[in-house]
């Protein structure tokens, strides 16, 4: 009962740090604004009468705020559908990518952008082409998987598939016109977060919250997984089912996710592993601390993508370059302990 | 065995054929025939460069992946076959005596120099930086012995040149600023120093983006760094035909609070049958130079649609109508 009531205490300073994070990330920007004038935009939404610039709304309103939203939410959606896989493959080497939902999402958001079609196309071109590859995935895995371990099964059939997406997106890429759509489909293809509007935020926000309490909640079921799918059947767990629906879940997450952020890799892998060093293994936990960690890093990282230089820095680079020293120290920290 | 003929075939020919000394645009001493009857134009800003004054010498212009339809120029441009000339073999199947490469002196010129020597074809470079296109017009002339003609080019742009001057020295220009718009959503640039904004460079217009690492090409950059630049003017970039981000810029809450948004001096940059700006950085830079001339230095609109209407005519061979050039400036 103690370690329970100590859980819910970290969960809920990752909650606040979050939050915190997300606020000071509001100050942060290329656009120098007085903290003065926050208040006064602030004070505004009470008080009509208020004078603030007008500069100040659209930078806050229309750039800021939509992005440390996103940030937020695909930061903690990538880190959650990481957990989660990583608890039901039994593997802590697994991403949210291993079932080729990336992939799949680069070649529709590529094929998008060659066909010129408008951010909205775009975005669901993506996310139907992401989920439509974990298909495809898993529908190989069944018809191969009947002899072979099933996670096995599953993730082959997921290298296959990012494989064959792969080769696709290079041959976009070729016939891509170099002075225009080749660097719009690289940049895409590196992840970021410079073009999120609000409007394109509410679908992701409704799947990430309800996959995060669907996931948090058969979180024991993951935790009996973890013993082996003879184990699990024994005590009554249709693995089957189980399985099935967590790939739908995280599926749904990442595709949507991907679909708005362009490729954001190591978010995925590594947070899962320092939410485990903080809280431990018990996914009930895990899954909230993971995405609430996965949030608080994104933040961090995407402050830094849009501030250190006049030129964005693609959150692919930068998720990379500040995600490996952290995790490194992390690594040591957690070393020396025991 | 076929390409095997074909390489000794080549190496015969470039033996026997008579041929003279001459040093290119970059000073480089180069062996080619007394009377060039082939030539591979290498790639798309050298072939649109040298289309009109080549005629049938001209066999056949490197082209990358990409946009494949043109329109208002002459379908003289659009017949002349494309070759991949990343696949050198295929520079070789079509046998050309030299292959003229559009550079932008001063420049690197070992990868020239390598290409020559693995293909054993003479290779001749071209200056295409903005400001001497008019010499390049009298070097190509004596190269192809069509003097005559090529007169009427460089002729032409030498006036161009000249009114531009007289046009900046009468009305300088104080600090105003523009920034050139690319991508969907207009968050690509090219940033100052880039060879694809040297139209405002020659103009002595300020690019509003300045970036701490020099780019060559198109980078990536955020609203706020926009607003913080906050441009007199916007120049933005058709992506692939519907998509310009030009309605975005004007209709986004988000881009309304910059001067060029709020004094309505946001521009689509005309693009056909290549946009005036760059893609590629060639002689189609030339109309852009004339309307900016209109937009920052007070050219009569007269005098900009009488030098566009004359430079289609030159160096596209196409006669631009008036709705041809309503819909271009549209």
């Given at each position: 009962m103690q370690s329970t009531k100590s859980e819910i205490v970290i969960i809920g300073m990752l909650l606040l740090t979050s939050i915190c994070v997300a606020i000071i990330s509001?100050?942060?920007?290329?656009f120098t604004i007085a903290i003065n004038d926050i208040f006064l935009l602030l004070k505004s939404f009470f008080d009509k009468n208020t004078l603030y610039p007008e500069t100040v709304k659209t930078v806050i309103l229309n750039i800021r705020l939509p992005r440390i939203l996103a940030a937020f939410l695909v930061g903690g959606t990538l880190s959650l559908t990481g957990a989660a896989y990583q608890g039901m493959f039994r593997?802590?080497?697994?991403?949210?990518?291993?079932?080729g939902v990336s992939a799949g999402a680069g070649f529709g958001a590529a094929l998008g952008i060659l066909l010129a079609l408008q951010g909205f196309w775009i975005q669901t071109l993506s996310f139907l082409f992401g989920i439509g590859a974990v298909l495809v995935v898993y529908s190989l895995s069944l018809v191969t998987g009947r002899k072979y371990d099933k996670n096995l099964t599953l993730i082959l059939s997921g290298m296959i598939i990012t494989a064959v997406f792969t080769a696709l997106i290079s041959i976009l890429k070729i016939v891509a016109d170099p002075n225009n759509t080749l660097p719009a489909i690289e940049y895409w293809l590196m992840g970021?977060?410079?073009?999120?509007?609000?409007?394109?935020?509410q679908y992701i926000a409704i799947l990430s919250f309800a996959g995060l309490l669907f996931l948090s909640l058969s979180g024991w079921k993951l935790d009996i997984l973890s013993f082996g799918d003879e184990e699990a059947k024994s005590m009554g767990i249709n693995v089957r089912r189980l399985r099935f629906t967590v790939i739908i879940i995280a599926t749904l997450l990442t595709a949507s996710a991907v679909s708005i952020s362009g490729i954001i890799g190591w978010v995925g892998l590594l947070v899962p592993h320092i939410a485990r060093m903080l809280i431990g293994p018990k996914n009930v936990v895990l899954l909230p601390a993971s995405f609430l960690i996965g949030a608080i890093f994104l933040l961090i990282v995407d402050d830094f993508s849009r501030c250190i230089s006049s030129i964005e820095i693609p959150l692919g680079i930068t998720t990379a370059l500040i995600g490996a020293p952290f995790f490194i120290f992390i690594l040591l920290k957690t070393s020396k302990k025991v | 065995m076929k390409k095997y003929i074909l390489i000794v075939s080549i190496c015969f020919y470039t033996f026997v054929v008579h041929a003279k000394q001459i040093t290119d645009m970059a000073g480089r001493t180069v062996k080619v025939p007394d009377h060039i009857k082939k030539i591979l134009a290498y790639d798309s800003k050298t072939s649109i460069m040298m289309f009109r004054c080549a005629g049938s010498k001209l066999v056949a212009k490197g082209m990358l992946p990409g946009k494949k339809t043109y329109s208002l120029i002459s379908s003289d441009y659009t017949k002349i076959p494309d070759v991949d000339v990343k696949n050198l073999e295929e520079i070789l199947a079509i046998a050309p005596e030299i292959i003229i490469i559009g550079v932008y002196l001063p420049e690197n010129l070992d990868d020239y120099t390598s290409l020559q020597s693995k293909l054993n074809i003479p290779v001749v470079l071209i200056d295409l930086s903005i400001e001497k296109l008019d010499k390049t017009y009298t070097f190509l002339g004596k190269l192809l012995e069509n003097e005559v003609e090529c007169k009427k080019y460089s002729n032409y742009l030498s006036t161009i040149y000249t009114d531009i001057q007289s046009l900046m020295k009468a009305k300088p220009l104080s600090g105003i600023t523009a920034y050139y718009c690319l991508g969907v959503d207009g968050l690509m640039t090219d940033p100052s120093g880039s060879k694809h904004t040297e139209v405002f460079d020659f103009l002595k217009i300020?690019?509003?983006?300045?970036?701490?690492i020099p780019s060559g090409g198109h980078v990536k950059v955020n609203m706020e760094q926009i607003l913080v630049w906050n441009p007199d003017y916007i120049f933005a970039a058709e992506f692939?035909?519907?998509?310009?981000p030009y309605k975005t810029i004007l209709t986004s809450p988000t881009w309304a609070g910059l001067k060029a948004v709020k004094n309505k001096h946001v521009y689509k940059i005309p693009s056909q049958?290549?946009?005036?700006?760059?893609?590629?950085?060639?002689?189609?830079?030339i109309p852009g130079l004339i309307w900016l001339c209109e937009i920052f230095y007070k050219q009569s609109p007269e005098t900009t649609k009488a030098k566009i209407i004359e430079f289609y005519k030159l160096f596209y061979g196409y006669t631009l109508t008036d709705e041809d050039y309503k819909q271009l400036r549209s």
């Open positions: 509001l100050h942060f920007g290329r593997n802590p080497m697994v991403s949210p990518s291993i079932l970021g977060l410079s073009g999120v509007q609000l409007g394109n935020l | 300020k690019n509003a983006a300045k970036v701490e692939k035909g519907e998509t310009n049958p290549l946009t005036w700006f760059d893609h590629p950085p060639s002689i189609n830079r």
